[in-house]
């Protein structure tokens, strides 16, 4: 492919969720808009679940706002639903899903000290700013996502070790990923807050964008995530009940971050995220002159984004660890 090329258009995406409603939501009541904070009755950790980090993502916020209208209370500790990124969710439309993920840039790369501390000014940086002080008293946090491509669910759990005992105690879904984050910014997990103590955060990749299934992998972190905490029941109303045979967690570990460094990156052909290529040294993709090749056996492909634009992360490609 010459380097001149330019990436096909997006394929039209079905989208089979509607976004809710967030107005009952908006004034919150934890100091930051679209927060809320509920308290148990016994001492214990406060719990951060963030939705909406993407304003295109709205299985997440499905959850939180089913969670707050079944009016779920914590057993014991703080929890706080919050609704990250309010501004780009309003301008969701259906007709256009994928143009509403960020008002001026991802407010999932912002979360370096150095940025959030500097002269920077963006609509996703005030936001930012607004939510620093409540995630600097968050002891764990859970952050819902979902993915525009095909791709297994999974937990990514960043590069801290406290990270990945979270996910194994969230306990679904099936693959947990460390990675180092993204070229382009921090994200929320890898904040120095939770890289330090006894403090964890974990990520949810629930699914493809606007799936019902989506939906319901995301809600079963949140559920297992309050489970393993002691903050909620098995029969809590508001959860679903927990699975009666957990899933057998596979973690892998990223080996190499592929990120495009032309606009005409393009893959040999289209590979599902979770696929593992049993080969190493096997082509996978173009970037403009440059092959793109497996650097091990069993190669895992975590969420390949068929269609990168120059400079984003295009694919991880990560090798499975035992225990």
Known sequence: ?????????????????????????????????????REG??????VVVLAAMHGNEIAGAIVLDRLLRAGLRPLRGRLTLGFANIDAYARFD????????FVDEDLNRVWDP????G??????????????????????????????????????????????ALAAGIGTPALVVADEGHLGGRRVIDYPRFLEGGRAATLAEAGQHWRPETVAVALDCVAGLLRH?????DDDPALPPPPAQPPAQRFARVTELVTAATASFAFVREFRGGEVVPERNTLIALDGEREVRTAHD???LVMPSLRPSRGHTAVRLARFEEG
Not at 94 to 101: E, F, I, M
Not at 131 to 155: G, Q
């Open 114 to 117: 150095a940025v959030l501390d």
């Open 119 to 164: 002269p920077r000014q963006s609509a996703e940086l005030a936001r930012a700013r607004a939510m620093r002080p409540l995630i600097d008293t968050a002891d764990v946090l859970l952050d819902l996502h979902s993915m525009l491509w095909p791709s297994d669910p999974l937990l990514l759990c960043g590069a801290a070790p406290q990270g990945r």
């Open 229 to 233: 905490l002691g903050m909620a029941a």
């Open 41 to 46: 009755r016994g001492a214990g950790p406060h």
């Open 94 to 101: 259906p007709r256009q899903p994928t143009l509403s993920r």
């Open 1 to 37: 492919m010459p380097s001149s090329a330019r990436q096909p258009p997006l394929p039209a995406f079905e989208v089979r969720l509607t976004a809710p409603d967030l107005k009952p939501w908006l004034s919150g009541n934890a100091g930051v808009p679209g927060f809320h904070t």
């Open 298 to 300: 069993d190669c895992l």
